[in-house]
């Protein structure tokens, strides 16, 4: 009659260390050691080139860039392109537009709402500044001109918002006030030539961005080529502490 085959004895902590010192698991300790100091080198390696691109893409992105390069045939762009700083060369139109309820620093006011026509015949609306309420808006002069600004998308809210009174920076709602086709969005004025404003008026408040600036998609695929190296470092050590618990178990 054959007995049952003798069930295997989980090493003890002592037979575990006495396998590990052998000759044969030290030289794989020093090789597990030397791969992973290799994986996290070119880890980070790797980490620190996502960082680099990530900070050109940003630097390039900031840039500012005439808005006249971004616009396709129909007078649309892409979203890639929201924040980013755009140069405008034209002239300030008669087109205008206060918008209420537009608070600065916890006062109520307006915003100054302009349409703007490039050199190339095109308009878009242009978000000349703040005013506080019951201020008028300054005249501006209608002179060749450079602006800069911030490229954003029309401000959406709910359906049918702008059929009284515009009360959104939407390019449709101020195509149909001002008869008269315009590129999809709008810019945030940043700088301008003072000389355009009346000496004797308000000038108004340049407004921050609501998008942010510079913005670019985050590198994945090199983050997870960083990534994918210290997972390999950790399989390896995995690998390692398996083999040598099963081999002091013989």
Same mark, same amino acid.
Request: glycine share 6%; charged share 20%; net charge negative.
């Given at each position: 009659?054959?007995?049952?085959?003798?069930?295997?004895?989980?090493?003890?902590?002592?037979?575990?260390?006495?396998?590990?010192?052998?000759?044969?698991?030290?030289?794989?300790?020093?090789?597990?050691?030397?791969?992973?100091?290799?994986?996290?080198?070119?880890?980070?390696?790797?980490?620190? =080139?996502?960082?680099?691109?990530?900070?050109?893409?940003?630097?390039?992105?900031?840039?500012?860039?005439?808005?006249?390069?971004?616009?396709?045939?129909?007078?649309?762009?892409?979203?890639?392109?929201?924040? =980013?700083?755009?140069?405008?060369?034209?002239?300030?139109?008669?087109?205008?537009?206060?918008?209420?309820?537009?608070?600065?620093?916890?006062?109520?006011?307006?915003?100054?709402?302009?349409?703007?026509?490039?050199?190339?015949?095109?308009?878009?609306?242009?978000? =000349?500044?703040?005013?506080?309420?019951?201020?008028?808006?300054?005249?501006? =002069?209608?002179?060749?001109?450079?602006?800069?600004?911030?490229?954003?998308?029309?401000?959406?809210?709910?359906?049918?918002?702008?059929?009284?009174?515009?009360?959104?920076?939407?390019?449709?709602?101020?195509?149909?006030?001002?008869?008269?086709?315009?590129?999809?969005?709008?810019?945030?004025?940043?700088?301008?030539?003072?000389?355009?404003? #009346? #000496?004797?008026?308000?000038?108004?408040?340049?407004?921050?961005?609501?998008?942010?600036?510079?913005?670019?998609?985050?590198?994945?695929?090199?983050?997870?080529? #960083?990534?994918?190296?210290?997972?390999?470092?950790?399989?390896?050590?995995?690998?390692?502490?398996?083999?040598?618990?099963?081999?002091?178990?013989?």
């Amino acid at each position: 009659m054959s007995s049952a085959p003798e069930a295997k004895v989980r090493p003890s902590a002592q037979d575990i260390w006495r396998t590990a010192i052998t000759p044969r698991w030290l030289i794989a300790l020093i090789a597990l050691i030397a791969f992973i100091a290799v994986c996290i080198v070119l880890g980070r390696w790797q980490w620190d =080139r996502t960082q680099d691109i990530l900070a050109a893409e940003r630097s390039a992105a900031s840039e500012s860039i005439s808005l006249a390069e971004l616009i396709n045939d129909d007078g649309t762009w892409g979203n890639a392109e929201i924040g =980013r700083t755009v140069i405008l060369d034209g002239t300030f139109a008669g087109d205008e537009v206060l918008l209420p309820n537009r608070e600065y620093e916890g006062e109520a006011g307006t915003w100054t709402i302009t349409r703007f026509e490039l050199d190339n015949q095109r308009s878009i609306a242009v978000v =000349r500044g703040w005013l506080p309420n019951e201020t008028t808006s300054p005249p501006i =002069r209608q002179e060749p001109t450079r602006i800069e600004g911030v490229l954003h998308p029309n401000e959406a809210f709910y359906e049918g918002a702008n059929e009284d009174q515009i009360i959104t920076v939407d390019s449709a709602a101020l195509a149909d006030a001002w008869s008269v086709d315009l590129i999809d969005g709008y810019v945030m004025l940043q700088a301008q030539d003072p000389i355009l404003l #009346a #000496a004797d008026a308000a000038t108004p408040v340049i407004v921050p961005p609501t998008v942010q600036v510079g913005n670019v998609p985050f590198p994945l695929q090199n983050f997870f080529y #960083a990534i994918q190296w210290w997972i390999f470092a950790a399989f390896a050590i995995f690998v390692y502490g398996r083999w040598l618990y099963l081999d002091a178990r013989k």
